[in-house]
Every structure is written in structure tokens, then in C-alpha cells.
């Protein structure tokens, strides 16, 4: 069973909250699970996609958006230090 994607939804953007500890190869196969609920929401939306929790390589954040704009054409925006570090602090 897989736990390290957690979605969320503002007036904005969706939100994917992934675990810390979750590896790419985790990542990519939970959102293989998850990409047709989405693809399915985005039928009628173009809200941006934000993704948190997890610091990322610049090749996993690739990996990652192609999965994603394989399935959705959405804009695609992930967290960075400074964000997280703020939402930590909170």
C-alpha cells in the first residue's frame, strides 16, 4: 500500500505532499496509481500542480514532470529550500 503522496486541493493549485523518505522509484509508482484520479479532475480544471515535502534532484523533478504531463498537460511547480523550510518553521 502506498502512503508517501498525499493530494490536496486549495482554489489555486493542487497539492502533493510527498514523504520525506520516499524514494524516487516509491514516487513514481504511487503517482502511476494516482495520475488517472487526477487526469480525471483535470478534464475541467487548468489549476497548477504544486509539489512539497520533498526536496528533489534536478533529474527526479524531470522524471516526475514527465510522468505527470505524460497523463496531464498542467503547470507543474515544486517547492524549494527556502519554501520548505518555512512551512517547517510554522
Known sequence: MF???KISQTTNEIILN????AD??????ELDLKLPRLKEFYKTSTIPIRITGKLFTD???EKIK???NDEIQVEIKFDNVSDLLRTSCN
Open 18 to 21: 510527498v514523504n520525506i523518505i
Open 24 to 29: 524516487i522509484k516509491e514516487i513514481l509508482e
Open 66 to 68: 514527465r510522468k505527470i
Open 3 to 5: 502512503n508517501n503522496i
Open 59 to 61: 533529474s527526479e523533478v
